[in-house]
């Protein structure tokens, strides 16, 4: 934006501005960017004519002079936020870098040579306001709003609040940069029906970021640029689809996706960094550059981005969620997409999630607690089930660590389970279902629903298929981490299960070929693990076998058999104590893993440079 030769008149006239500036950092970095050109500029364009501009410090440097950092402050940069208290944070942080550098002497010399106050007024740059939402909120409802309200809702005109931005020539910012806050929708209640109305990216349970992204983009002139770091969740998750849909239609210039690196200290925000040119849908281009951080080891951000960046065809972001990746790794997603159906498909839909109790500490139970339920009354084992956590599922094999769930269901009579409506007593305050009704700053109990207090959270119409042999996977994991229950367990929300038990299906679920596929669809967690829930996970190609084509049966057959040999091997291998045969049978466990991804491969017709693609990526 500062490149081709811009001159201090010319940079004059740019816009800089954080809608949601908070404690100012954003404008801090972006106001000495503008100090370090200036001076830049002026040093290497003869410094002798600049006298009003530089001067040389005692040390032998050059500096800005007060004056003008002033004006650049006043000129360029600019800021809202909707807390009072973190406006004069950002005015005070401006300020002291106005002053940064400057001794009692050097100010009361250019204070006596230009005759003006050491410090600018900000009051026209940084203002308080809430900046998504307008003065036409009050629309129809002025009359029926407290001071209270009027206060906290603090609409914001941001022509009237900017005139010298937004003029009839030109209206708009040059660039918008910042990092809006991460409000969750569960807080947006007063204000949602405002939203659905004027933002296109409307989604019911989006974060507010979504709409900040919106209006910045807003804010922009024509070719003016928008970059932001934000949570990158928008790109799989369902609220991101309008957002997605109005996105794709907008000139994207650059997607930085951080993945689940610590780019901020101390939390997991799975940022990525968004750069806009335009708020016109006409520039919108067919393609964008992309990057895949993998790493935070690098000197320069921008040198990295260079050197990793791909091209992404737009026509390759479909709508159920976006990937990052390069033509050929989406060539090949393609090719197993119609190699397969989707999992969901595959089983008719069998795809369920575990039970959510809504209080563990009631319902799931030990071995000696289980006996004493029924000690007391035979009855209990009618509601008593073996249980598992995601955790005690692992890739082709269950760790059976003696849990149960009271499984109450909708409808159960509790009275007549005596022992059982005893044991939940002592938790009955903890279990009551919170009333619509109720307006407590906090509730002692679960969510509202339409549950008694003795019942589980969950509404699990499909409990049936937890008595059934199927396959059980755990929601969250690095990789495909699946097994066959034969037991009839029970199994909790950390968990899906899936409606078969056919090994060769299994084999598949557990392949290479998954691994690299899930990535493409799901939602990244902390750690490098994925979430396998069933709206991700129905969606797994399966090469169907139709028993015609004598190579694609035997394939099938030998995945089946595979699979029930290293099931066994695993077996195996935790019933052995000397390290060396578990290392011995833990090769061949590695042997018949190989295998079937070898197999799986040849099904899905990949070639040698396409399993390159798979294997490099998992």
Request: glycine share 6%.
């Amino acid at each position: 934006m500062l490149g081709g030769g811009k001159t201090p008149k010319q940079v004059s006239n740019l816009k800089i501005c954080d809608p949601a500036c908070g404690s100012g950092s954003f404008l801090l970095g972006a106001y000495q960017y503008l100090l370090d050109w200036h001076r830049d500029y002026y040093v290497s364009h003869t410094p002798e004519k600049h006298k009003k501009e530089i001067y040389k410090a005692a040390s032998g440097e050059w500096r800005l002079a007060i004056q003008e950092r002033k004006r650049i402050l006043l000129n360029n940069i600019y800021g809202v936020d909707i807390d009072p208290q973190a406006v004069e944070t950002t005015k005070l942080s401006l300020l002291l870098k106005v002053l940064e550098q400057e001794t009692e002497e050097t100010l009361r010399t250019n204070m006596s040579l230009f005759h003006e106050r050491a410090l600018p007024d900000l009051g026209g740059n940084i203002k308080c306001g809430n900046s998504l939402i307008g003065p036409d909120y009050f629309e129809g409802k002025m009359a029926f709003l407290t001071e209270d309200e009027r206060y906290l809702v603090n609409t914001f005109d941001w022509k009237a609040a900017f005139p010298a931005v937004f003029t009839a020539k030109e209206a708009g910012f040059d660039a918008v940069i910042g990092n809006p806050p991460y409000v969750r929708q569960e807080l947006l209640g007063d204000f949602k029906n405002y939203f659905e109305s004027r933002y296109k990216t409307y989604n019911g349970v989006a974060d507010l970021y979504v709409y900040f992204i919106e209006k910045a983009v807003s804010l922009l002139k024509e070719e003016g640029l928008f970059s932001y770091i934000v949570s990158n969740k928008w790109m799989r998750a369902n609220y991101g689809e309008a957002f997605r849909n109005w996105l794709v239609k907008r000139n994207i210039v650059e997607l930085v996706d951080f993945g689940d690196l610590p780019v901020f200290k101390g939390v997991t925000t799975y940022p990525c960094i968004l750069t806009i040119k335009g708020n016109a849908d006409s520039m919108a281009a067919k393609s964008l550059t992309a990057v895949d951080i993998k790493t935070l080891e690098f000197a320069s951000l921008a040198e990295h981005v260079k050197k990793h960046s791909f091209n992404v065809d737009k026509k390759s972001l479909p709508d159920s969620g976006w990937h990052l990746a390069d033509k050929r790794t989406h060539k090949l997603l393609d090719k197993i997409k119609a190699a397969g159906i989707p999992l969901g498909e595959y089983v008719e839909g069998k795809i369920y999630r575990g039970v959510l109790t809504g209080l563990n500490e009631a319902f799931v139970i030990d071995d000696a607690t289980r006996k004493k339920l029924i000690a007391e009354d035979p009855k209990s084992k009618e509601l008593i089930k073996p249980f598992l956590r995601g955790r005690d599922i692992k890739r082709y094999s269950i760790t059976d660590e003696k849990l149960f769930l009271i499984f109450t269901r909708h409808g159960v009579n509790i009275n007549n389970y005596p022992a059982i409506k005893r044991h939940l007593l002592q938790y009955k305050e903890q279990l009551m279902p919170k009333p619509p009704t109720y307006k407590g700053k906090k509730w002692p109990g679960r969510k509202p629903g339409k549950y008694e207090w003795y019942e589980i959270q969950d509404t699990v119409d499909y409990y049936a298929e937890f008595e059934k042999p199927k396959i059980i996977v755990p929601a969250i994991a690095q990789r495909a981490s699946m097994a066959f229950d034969a037991s009839k367990f029970y199994s909790n929300n950390k968990t899906t299960i899936v409606g078969s038990t056919d090994p060769y299906l299994l084999g598949v679920l557990n392949s290479k070929v998954t691994d690299f596929f899930m990535p493409t669809v799901s939602s990244l967690k902390q750690g490098g693990f994925y979430d396998y829930e069933p709206r991700y996970l129905s969606q797994i190609p399966i090469y169907r076998c139709n028993g015609k084509n004598k190579r694609e049966t035997a394939i099938q057959n030998t995945i089946r058999e595979t699979v029930q040999k290293l099931t066994e091997l695993i077996s195996s291998k935790e019933e052995t104590k000397t390290p060396h045969d578990r290392e011995l049978i833990q090769r061949q466990i590695d042997a018949a893993d190989r295998q079937i991804d070898k197999l799986v491969y040849e099904l899905y017709g990949l070639t040698e440079e396409e399993i390159e693609i798979v294997e490099g990526a998992v």
